[in-house]
C-alpha cells in the first residue's frame, strides 16, 4: 500500500525557517518524482516545488525561488522541505506528492499525503 506521510509543519514568526519531510512507504522513491503542494484557505492548491526522479532536477514556484529548497534522500525514503525566510502567506496546509511518470508543478500525480500546516504569524 503506497503511502505518504509529512511531518514538520508548525507554527513558526516571520523570517524563520522550518523543514518539511515527506516518508513513503509501499515504493521505493527511486523511481518516482516528487513535490510539494500548499493551500491556503480559499485558495487553490498550488505547486510549490518538485524534483525529478532521474537526475535530482528541480523545479520552484516564483513565489519561494530563493528561500525554498528541496532535496531527496533515497536512502531513507524521503523527501525534504526546507523553507527559510518564510512570510505570512507562506501559511497553508503543505501537500506531499509523488508519481512514477509526470514532473512538474501540476497537481497530476498520482499519491498524495495528508498535508501538514505550516503558519507563519508573530
Known amino acids: 500500500q503506497v503511502q505518504l506521510v509529512e511531518s514538520g509543519g508548525g507554527l513558526v514568526q516571520p523570517g524563520g525557517s522550518l523543514r518539511l519531510s515527506c516518508t513513503a512507504s509501499?515504493?521505493?522513491?527511486?523511481?518516482?518524482?516528487y513535490a510539494w503542494f500548499r493551500q491556503a484557505p480559499g485558495k487553490k492548491r498550488e505547486g510549490v516545488s518538485c524534483?525529478?526522479?532521474?537526475?535530482?532536477?528541480?523545479s520552484y514556484a516564483d513565489s519561494v525561488k530563493g528561500r525554498f529548497t528541496i532535496s531527496r534522500d533515497n536512502a531513507k525514503n524521503t523527501v525534504y522541505l526546507q523553507m527559510n525566510s518564510l512570510k505570512p502567506e507562506d501559511t497553508a496546509v503543505y501537500y506531499c506528492?509523488?508519481?512514477?511518470?509526470?514532473?512538474?508543478?501540476?497537481?497530476?500525480?498520482?499519491?498524495w499525503g495528508q498535508g501538514t500546516q505550516v503558519t507563519v504569524s508573530s
Open positions: 506528492a509523488a508519481d512514477s511518470f509526470y514532473y512538474g508543478l501540476d497537481a497530476a500525480y498520482d499519491y
Open positions: 509501499g515504493f521505493s522513491l527511486d523511481y518516482y518524482a
Open positions: 524534483i525529478s526522479s532521474s537526475d535530482g532536477s528541480t
